[in-house]
């Protein structure tokens, strides 16, 4: 193949991954973070498109989103003062 980067463990997703052979083998978008041509160093960073992938469905869902509408979530907290709900933005 061609030029070949290095994806740090922290940067593959928001969690860790402890099992990093199902990734072998699969295409995957990543950004450049850092870049030395004289080395022909590449580090390259999933997390951060994950990151904004995530942040443009929670701009959409705000965009889109009505009083009076009713929306399907999932319970991600609970606290003394109330439940947090993913609505999937």
């Given at each position: 193949g061609g030029a070949e980067a290095f994806l740090p463990g922290s940067q593959i997703d928001f969690h860790p991954v402890n099992n990093l052979d199902g990734l072998v083998g699969q295409e995957i978008k990543v950004k450049v973070i850092k870049l030395n041509r004289k080395r022909r160093n590449i580090v390259v960073s999933r997390r951060i498109i994950l990151e904004e992938e995530k942040e443009k469905a929670k701009q959409k869902l705000l965009a889109e989103i009505?009083?009076?509408?009713?929306?399907?979530?999932?319970?991600?907290?609970?606290?003394?003062?109330?439940?947090?709900?993913d609505l999937g933005g």
């Open positions: 009505e009083e009076g509408q009713e929306k399907e979530g999932i319970v991600k907290n609970i606290t003394d003062f109330g439940v947090f709900v």
